[in-house]
């Protein structure tokens, strides 16, 4: 065989770790519109490669066109791996991408996240690998823009509406995150030392890529996107363009530059101080009090606003309120747009915020209409009739909005009735505002509400997440009004009306899902229909057999497009039919409800016949896995892990794997309370040390941290010393290699412990301080952060002769043994006290220091003064302390000696133990000679304070 040499350059100047090489045996295929595109994937997948890839030439076409500058290397290879790392990892050049995204032309649902991801990675070639950041603080812009040029294309190709449903969800993902975490900083400031750290709040540093926590870095590039918008609203999207295009230019100078010159490859890298010049200079505008409102500082704002209309002055009285010392909000102080839609059009006005309560009178353009009637004009110039009689004849306000741009990064609430809300839904245009209105009426249980969302799920005309939105709302409407509404029956009506045959509406016509919008609806109604309950809370019959009717009559023969996303969603559906049984009599199959009965052939007739016939991705498969879990979760029959374990070992599809170890994760969160669930549990924690797939370790630990086996500060048989164990080692020393896998250890530990050392582990290293110089014992505070109002200390008597006389016997057997440690808690606050006993009772009783652990006991939401984990923030400590351990001391010579082959605690910050080591030899040698010419006057010493009580003196901690 001859051997093959391949020499490979790169000739623009590149960042270290956006250089990779792939080796494989991959099957090439050259581009057919681009000849410098190659794509290259594993063997037997080529024809569904050309199918996945075949639009990427658009995706070029369409970023050199907008960034009015060409691709900036010189070739550009996508290479499809198996069991990737992440979905799409981006290198100078190439991208490696998950062989799962590869999809054939009747798959519908994966055609969407695969051009997303193709089309971000694509993107990233520009903002990540050409230009790159300068610091990880300016990481929010690489991210931010190419976040930002993606949207661009998807807005071009699935339309606005499906780009202003990307927006409100990415807006409204943020707004809970941030008020869960406390706000989160694009471009932290550097810190000075007057200044506290702006990230406190955060159990880990974020200063870096490799110490931040996963969703934390999703995050960071989801408001990165939304900043990034926020600046084209206030400049325009053809200067942003504008800006862009000088930053590639000049990179693209730069890079023919040669390296020996200075600060020749500076414009290679983006900086947030060069981009705000870059701004300036391009549109005229400083944006200086915008960086520092939305990058240099976290947080959100969050406005509740409601109206009252005056008849007399026809005037609507406005009042938006703030709240800016909850969690994760700041106050807004600018300007604020709020849309009225009238009668007569839509205006919009814009209010000055200065304050948290804002009082604002605006004039209304119309007049009440009672008697006459013409069409209405709406936003969008859109002129429509309306049905008037719900709403107030005096008043000329149809529904108000505010922010209706999403200029800001906000939440909104506001109060109107409930028909205004219905006029909203039905004749507002815009799909953020539609979802807001179907969001606020299921605060408005009533008839009217009900056909107001059969009407959207009818409407042919209204985007199709509308219509999913509004059958979800609808099922949950209907059970708060089961007493005098029928919402299963109202449910299968619709369903019929939409997909029943011609001749007969009561049969399901075959499958036809050339129509998306239909064939999504379609997925979501047999959803909504499952979540209706009767009067006895639990599934009505007839839904029961629609379901199984519909997976046994679906018919698939002349669909152009594959049918298993639909029947995996029918199966899901029929899962959330299950409602919990009153107790398991017995658990043979043939006393089993007929209800469950049902339930329980369908799900084991599809998972049998998709072991026979497999599907894309296995879909059944793990609608399957979940519907027998929720069977033995509402106690249907046996819970059992057994198959689970089967379905989750290595050599399964990597998504089936996925599914069967969340359903162990609730297995050991259900049965993990009579500790039936400690094998299983051990046995995930064997998954995330040991499996060989990087990525379904990384999900097993984030399927834990968002189901727990128990919660913090509460009582479980699994929490226990060997768990912490195992959690530190994780974190410290077995996942050196895959930060990603490090920074997920951190947040279970977080998730399980918070900040807190558990209360069950012994006294660590180092956990006393000893200072003789000072006369005291103190708890080190880089172990128990102790609180200074309650903490007191109570100060060590003066060391007798007596006491120095230990330094010859500290090397007897006796000195040998570890003092032990009883850990009590009390009220009176942290507090550690030795008291001076004749040498001989030293050497036969133990040491006894009684220390208060009021830190469990602290509200879990006060992070400021929550304890640290050992050492300081978690994921900072590279080498771990031994959670448990003892304190060793020698009390001649040094406060503390710690033992050599145990990794410690650091000690106490705020003062040198050196200095003190070295006064305290001096002193001793001191002692030593007068030790004679004093022996009677330490004696009468000693007795006199024998005599004496102690005195207790308050004493902060440094």
Same mark, same amino acid.
């Given at each position: 065989?001859?051997?093959?040499?391949?020499?490979?350059?790169?000739?623009?100047?590149?960042?270290?770790?956006?250089?990779?090489?792939?080796?494989?045996?991959?099957?090439?295929?050259?581009?057919?519109?681009?000849?410098?595109?190659?794509?290259?994937?594993?063997?037997?997948?080529?024809?569904?490669?050309?199918?996945?890839?075949?639009?990427?030439?658009?995706?070029?076409?369409?970023?050199?066109?907008?960034?009015?500058?060409?691709?900036?290397?010189?070739?550009?290879?996508?290479?499809?791996?198996?069991?990737?790392?992440?979905?799409?990892?981006?290198?100078?050049?190439?991208?490696?991408?998950?062989?799962?995204?590869?999809?054939?032309?009747?798959?519908?649902?994966?055609?969407?996240?695969?051009?997303?991801?193709?089309?971000?990675?694509?993107?990233?070639?520009?903002?990540?690998?050409?230009?790159?950041?300068?610091?990880?603080?300016?990481?929010?812009?690489?991210?931010?823009?190419?976040?930002?040029?993606?949207?661009?294309?998807?807005?071009?190709?699935?339309?606005?509406?499906?780009?202003?449903?990307?927006?409100?969800?990415?807006?409204?993902?943020?707004?809970?995150?941030?008020?869960?975490?406390?706000?989160?900083?694009?471009?932290?400031?550097?810190?000075?030392?007057?200044?506290?750290?702006?990230?406190?709040?955060?159990?880990?540093?974020?200063?870096?890529?490799?110490?931040?926590?996963?969703?934390?870095?999703?995050?960071?590039?989801?408001?990165?996107? /939304?900043?990034?918008?926020?600046? &084209? !609203?206030?400049?325009?999207? @053809?200067?942003? +363009? *504008? %800006?862009?295009?000088? =930053?590639?230019?000049?990179?693209?100078?730069?890079?023919?530059?040669?390296?020996?010159?200075?600060?020749?490859?500076?414009?290679?890298?983006?900086?947030?101080?060069?981009?705000?010049?870059?701004?300036?200079?391009?549109?005229?505008?400083?944006?200086?009090?915008?960086?520092?409102?939305?990058?240099?500082?976290?947080?959100?704002?969050?406005?509740?606003?409601?109206?009252?209309?005056?008849?007399?002055?026809?005037?609507?009285?406005?009042?938006?309120?703030?709240?800016?010392?909850?969690?994760?909000?700041?106050?807004?102080?600018?300007? /604020?747009?709020?849309?009225?839609? &009238? !009668?007569?059009?839509?205006? @919009?006005?814009? +209010? *000055? %915020?200065?304050?948290? =309560?804002?009082?604002?009178?605006?004039?209304?353009?119309?007049?009440?209409?009672?008697?006459?009637?013409?069409?209405?004009?709406?936003?969008?110039?859109?002129?429509?009739?309306?049905?008037?009689?719900?709403?107030?004849?005096?008043?000329?306000?149809?529904?108000?909005?505010?922010?209706?741009?999403?200029?800001?990064?906000?939440?909104?609430?506001?109060?109107?009735?409930?028909?205004?809300?219905?006029?909203?839904?039905?004749?507002?245009?815009?799909?953020?505002?539609?979802?807001?209105?179907?969001?606020?009426?299921?605060?408005?249980?009533?008839?009217?509400?009900?056909?107001? !969302?059969?009407?959207?799920?009818?409407?042919?005309?209204?985007?199709?997440?509308?219509?999913?939105?509004?059958?979800?709302?609808?099922?949950?409407?209907?059970?708060?009004?089961?007493?005098?509404?029928?919402?299963?029956?109202?449910?299968?009506?619709?369903?019929?009306?939409?997909?029943?045959?011609?001749?007969?509406?009561?049969?399901?016509?075959?499958?036809?899902?050339?129509?998306?919008?239909?064939?999504?609806?379609?997925?979501?109604?047999?959803?909504?229909?499952?979540?209706?309950?009767?009067?006895?809370?639990?599934?009505?019959?007839?839904?029961?057999?629609?379901?199984?009717?519909?997976?046994?009559?679906?018919?698939?023969?002349?669909?152009?497009?594959?049918?298993?996303?639909?029947?995996?969603?029918?199966?899901?559906?029929?899962?959330?039919?299950?409602?919990?049984?009153?107790?398991?009599?017995?658990?043979?199959?043939?006393?089993?409800?007929?209800?469950?009965?049902?339930?329980?052939?369908?799900?084991?007739?599809?998972?049998?016949?998709?072991?026979?016939?497999?599907?894309?991705?296995?879909?059944?498969?793990?609608?399957?896995?979940?519907?027998?879990?929720?069977?033995?979760?509402?106690?249907?029959?046996?819970?059992?892990?057994?198959?689970?374990?089967?379905?989750?070992?290595?050599?399964?599809?990597?998504?089936?794997?996925?599914?069967?170890?969340?359903?162990?994760?609730?297995?050991?969160?259900?049965?993990?309370?009579?500790?039936?669930?400690?094998?299983?549990?051990?046995?995930?924690?064997?998954?995330?040390?040991?499996?060989?797939?990087?990525?379904?370790?990384?999900?097993?630990?984030?399927?834990?941290?968002?189901?727990?086996?128990?919660?913090?500060?509460?009582?479980?048989?699994?929490?226990?010393?060997?768990?912490?164990?195992?959690?530190?080692?994780?974190?410290?020393?077995?996942?050196?290699?895959?930060?990603?896998?490090?920074?997920?250890?951190?947040?279970?530990?977080?998730?399980?412990?918070?900040?807190?050392?558990?209360?069950?582990?012994?006294?660590?290293?180092?956990?006393?301080?000893?200072?003789?110089?000072?006369?005291?014992?103190?708890?080190?505070?880089?172990?128990?952060?102790?609180?200074?109002?309650?903490?007191?200390?109570?100060?060590?008597?003066?060391?007798?002769?007596?006491?120095?006389?230990?330094?010859?016997?500290?090397?007897?057997?006796?000195?040998?043994?570890?003092?032990?440690?009883?850990?009590?808690?009390?009220?009176?606050?942290?507090?550690?006290?030795?008291?001076?006993?004749?040498?001989?009772?030293?050497?036969?009783?133990?040491?006894?220091?009684?220390?208060?652990?009021?830190?469990?006991?602290?509200?879990?939401?006060?992070?400021?003064?929550?304890?640290?984990?050992?050492?300081?923030?978690?994921?900072?400590?590279?080498?771990?302390?031994?959670?448990?351990?003892?304190?060793?001391?020698?009390?001649?010579?040094?406060?503390?000696?710690?033992?050599?082959?145990?990794?410690?605690?650091?000690?106490?910050?705020?003062?040198?133990?050196?200095?003190?080591?070295?006064?305290?030899?001096?002193?001793?040698?001191?002692?030593?000679?007068?030790?004679?010419?004093?022996?009677?006057?330490?004696?009468?010493?000693?007795?006199?304070?024998?005599?004496?009580?102690?005195?207790?003196?308050?004493?902060?901690?440094?």
């Amino acid at each position: 065989m001859r051997k093959k040499t391949f020499h490979y350059i790169l000739t623009i100047p590149t960042a270290a770790p956006n250089i990779a090489v792939a080796v494989g045996p991959f099957e090439i295929l050259v581009d057919p519109y681009m000849p410098e595109v190659t794509h290259f994937c594993l063997p037997q997948l080529k024809p569904i490669l050309e199918h996945s890839t075949d639009f990427i030439h658009e995706v070029f076409e369409f970023f050199e066109e907008n960034l009015s500058s060409r691709y900036p290397f010189s070739c550009y290879k996508q290479v499809f791996v198996d069991e990737a790392f992440v979905q799409a990892d981006t290198y100078s050049t190439m991208t490696i991408f998950n062989t799962n995204l590869l999809h054939t032309r009747r798959v519908i649902d994966q055609t969407f996240e695969t051009r997303t991801i193709l089309t971000q990675a694509l993107a990233e070639q520009f903002f990540t690998c050409f230009i790159n950041m300068q610091s990880w603080n300016d990481a929010w812009l690489v991210k931010g823009i190419s976040k930002y040029l993606t949207g661009l294309y998807l807005k071009k190709v699935f339309g606005m509406n499906e780009y202003r449903s990307i927006i409100y969800k990415e807006l409204t993902d943020l707004c809970v995150y941030e008020q869960d975490i406390g706000g989160l900083t694009l471009c932290p400031e550097p810190l000075t030392p007057n200044k506290g750290d702006s990230a406190s709040h955060l159990h880990f540093p974020r200063n870096h890529s490799h110490t931040v926590s996963w969703k934390y870095a999703k995050m960071l590039a989801n408001k990165s996107h /939304l900043v990034l918008r926020l600046i &084209e !609203l206030r400049i325009g999207p @053809e200067l942003l +363009l *504008q %800006v862009f295009n000088k =930053l590639l230019s000049l990179a693209t100078a730069a890079a023919q530059q040669k390296f020996f010159l200075a600060n020749a490859w500076y414009n290679l890298l983006l900086s947030t101080p060069g981009f705000l010049k870059a701004l300036s200079n391009v549109s005229g505008k400083d944006l200086t009090s915008f960086i520092e409102q939305w990058v240099t500082q976290g947080g959100i704002v969050r406005f509740h606003g409601n109206f009252i209309f005056n008849r007399k002055r026809n005037i609507v009285e406005l009042e938006i309120r703030q709240d800016p010392s909850r969690k994760g909000i700041f106050k807004y102080v600018g300007p /604020l747009k709020v849309t009225i839609q &009238e !009668l007569d059009g839509s205006f @919009e006005h814009t +209010l *000055q %915020v200065e304050e948290n =309560l804002v009082k604002g009178e605006i004039t209304c353009h119309s007049k009440s209409r009672r008697h006459k009637k013409k069409k209405i004009p709406l936003l969008n110039g859109e002129e429509v009739d309306m049905d008037l009689s719900a709403m107030d004849a005096d008043s000329p306000v149809l529904w108000i909005r505010i922010d209706t741009e999403m200029t800001l990064l906000r939440q909104v609430t506001f109060d109107q009735p409930d028909f205004q809300w219905q006029y909203q839904l039905k004749f507002e245009r815009d799909i953020a505002a539609q979802l807001e209105a179907i969001k606020a009426l299921r605060q408005f249980p009533s008839t009217e509400t009900i056909q107001t !969302l059969g009407g959207m799920i009818k409407d042919k005309t209204a985007f199709y997440k509308v219509r999913v939105k509004a059958a979800e709302e609808l099922s949950k409407v209907a059970n708060e009004l089961f007493a005098s509404f029928n919402g299963s029956s109202a449910l299968m009506e619709i369903f019929y009306d939409l997909f029943g045959a011609y001749n007969c509406r009561r049969i399901v016509k075959q499958n036809d899902f050339s129509n998306f919008q239909d064939y999504f609806l379609q997925k979501a109604l047999p959803m909504s229909l499952a979540y209706i309950r009767d009067s006895h809370r639990v599934c009505p019959k007839e839904t029961l057999s629609f379901l199984t009717d519909l997976i046994k009559y679906n018919d698939n023969r002349t669909n152009r497009y594959s049918d298993n996303y639909y029947i995996a969603s029918l199966i899901n559906a029929l899962t959330e039919t299950i409602t919990p049984a009153v107790a398991m009599v017995t658990t043979s199959v043939e006393h089993l409800s007929p209800e469950t009965k049902l339930v329980l052939e369908e799900v084991t007739r599809c998972l049998n016949l998709e072991k026979m016939l497999p599907c894309y991705h296995h879909t059944i498969t793990i609608s399957c896995l979940n519907s027998i879990r929720m069977l033995q979760k509402n106690g249907h029959i046996p819970s059992d892990s057994t198959l689970f374990q089967t379905y989750a070992q290595y050599g399964h599809f990597l998504d089936v794997r996925v599914a069967a170890l969340k359903a162990l994760v609730d297995y050991v969160k259900v049965e993990g309370v009579n500790n039936y669930g400690a094998d299983v549990f051990s046995w995930l924690l064997d998954i995330v040390e040991q499996d060989p797939v990087p990525y379904v370790r990384h999900k097993v630990l984030r399927m834990l941290i968002k189901n727990p086996p128990f919660k913090h500060k509460s009582t479980s048989p699994l929490c226990n010393e060997a768990l912490v164990e195992r959690i530190w080692a994780l974190m410290n020393s077995g996942t050196s290699h895959d930060s990603r896998l490090r920074c997920d250890a951190v947040d279970f530990y977080y998730t399980l412990f918070g900040r807190n050392r558990p209360s069950f582990l012994p006294i660590p290293e180092l956990g006393m301080v000893l200072n003789l110089r000072e006369k005291r014992a103190l708890l080190n505070p880089s172990v128990v952060k102790e609180d200074p109002i309650i903490h007191q200390t109570e100060h060590v008597d003066s060391v007798s002769s007596d006491t120095r006389k230990r330094k010859s016997d500290s090397h007897s057997p006796a000195f040998k043994k570890e003092p032990s440690f009883r850990k009590e808690s009390s009220s009176s606050g942290s507090s550690a006290e030795m008291k001076d006993v004749p040498s001989k009772q030293m050497k036969q009783e133990h040491l006894h220091i009684d220390i208060l652990s009021h830190h469990d006991d602290m509200d879990e939401h006060d992070d400021e003064v929550r304890p640290p984990t050992p050492g300081c923030n978690i994921s900072d400590i590279v080498s771990p302390p031994t959670p448990g351990g003892s304190i060793k001391q020698d009390l001649d010579l040094s406060p503390v000696i710690g033992d050599s082959e145990r990794v410690s605690f650091p000690a106490l910050t705020d003062r040198e133990l050196k200095p003190e080591l070295a006064h305290s030899a001096s002193k001793d040698a001191l002692h030593k000679k007068k030790k004679k010419k004093n022996k009677h006057k330490h004696k009468h010493k000693r007795e006199r304070e024998g005599e004496t009580s102690q005195r207790n003196t308050p004493s902060p901690m440094n």
